[in-house]
């Protein structure tokens, strides 16, 4: 009989030895330069990263079961290495705030930054223990393990403890993670995507203790920095750390309608990745309902602000027009910023050159049964 969320306490994954000049996704999530050499910031650059103050002087936010994070465990911090001079990066409070709650904690309680002997190695090639999954269907978060292995390429998670067989193996090449609390419930919540038969496939996974979440979100990271060393040898740090791990350009309601356009339109949940639009009934869905590629200006793709004169059924009046090759989709938002907010990432990924690996996806999309 397999307990159920929320745990009393959850077996931490083993501490792995960390090769000289190992890897730092902490810092590199931060927008830090230096890829593989690491960070160690001075109090006046981390004040030019996160804006005026001092981070540390922020209110610690309260954790389940009442308190603060003061009484929480620390995170990862950077790792070996010179000080490197702060680049453009997102404003502090665009970062997720697990992760600034963490950085925080790795510089000024764990002092991590001047004791690098206290960091947690991220490039060992293999990390395994126990998050809280979500169910598929049931949507119970249930403990089960999970794998991480550079030397196949992949990330696992078995049933069983026991198991001698994966339930999923998520292969590094197409994996994304990122933190969504508010749609997981959950403070430490992160949501991870990966391709299953060409077609994305979400788990919903979270950890009690921040920094174990933080550890493996950093450990995803590094494991997709080295397959992208190999998969482009000529590439820069600087021009691999963007791929490690992105956010959604948007997420949020609209509704849509069929191919046909005579359906009535139906409320679903979007969600802008890249050039990959999905839909889904619920936020939380394992698979989505239906995917659309969005490519560029040249190749005849466009979106035009509004719906066709003809248009009945939909219930929000702020349209898009999504026009494709193949077909025009149509979609309504609710607010009016809503619809300019969707427009914009719409337009930004039309404008966009395609890439020569996004015409292949493009192929796929365009065969599709």
Not at 50 to 79: E, I, K, M
Not at 167 to 194: C, D, R, S, W
Not at 296 to 319: A, K
Request: a positive charge; charged letters at 25%; one cysteine or more.
């Amino acid at each position: 009989m397999v307990a159920a969320a929320p745990p009393v306490a959850v077996p931490r994954a083993p501490a792995w030895r960390t090769p000289a000049g190992g890897f730092t996704a902490w810092g590199s999530h931060l927008g830090f330069s230096g890829g593989c050499q690491g960070v160690k910031l001075s109090h006046q650059q981390m004040i030019l990263e996160f804006g005026p103050g001092d981070p540390a002087a922020c209110p610690p936010p309260p954790v389940r079961g009442g308190g603060t994070l003061s009484r929480a465990r620390l995170p990862p911090g950077a790792s070996r290495g010179a000080e490197v001079r702060p680049g453009p990066s997102p404003p502090h409070f665009s970062l997720p705030r697990l992760l600034r709650e963490q950085w925080i904690r790795a510089k000024y309680e764990r002092q991590e930054f001047t004791h690098p002997e206290r960091q947690e190695p991220y490039s060992a090639g293999y990390r395994e223990g126990f998050l809280w999954k979500r169910g598929r269907d049931n949507g119970q978060f249930l403990s089960r393990k999970f794998v991480l292995t550079e030397r196949e390429g992949a990330l696992k998670y078995f049933n069983r403890s026991d198991a001698k067989e994966p339930k999923a193996v998520m292969k590094i090449e197409h994996l994304n993670a990122t933190f969504q609390p508010a749609k997981i419930g959950h403070p430490h919540g992160l949501q991870v995507t990966y391709l299953k038969d060409n077609s994305t496939r979400n788990i919903f996974v979270y950890h009690e203790d921040g920094k174990e979440m933080v550890d493996w979100f950093n450990a995803l990271r590094a494991a997709r920095f080295h397959y992208l060393q190999v998969a482009f040898p000529g590439a820069s740090d600087a021009d691999l750390v963007p791929k490690l791990s992105r956010n959604y350009l948007q997420e949020g309601y609209m509704e849509k309608t069929g191919p046909k356009q005579t359906e009535g339109f139906r409320k679903r949940w979007f969600t802008m990745d890249d050039r990959r639009l999905m839909y889904f009934k619920d936020p939380l869905d394992a698979f989505a309902r239906g995917e659309v590629f969005i490519g560029s200006r040249e190749s005849g793709y466009t979106v035009l602000d509004g719906l066709p004169p003809s248009t009945q059924g939909h219930h929000w009046p702020h349209g898009i027009t999504i026009v494709t090759p193949e077909r025009r989709f149509l979609l309504a938002c609710e607010t009016e910023p809503e619809q300019r907010a969707w427009m914009e990432a719409f337009r930004k990924v039309v404008d966009r050159p395609m890439l020569p690996q996004e015409y292949a996806v493009e192929a796929h999309f365009k065969h599709k049964p």
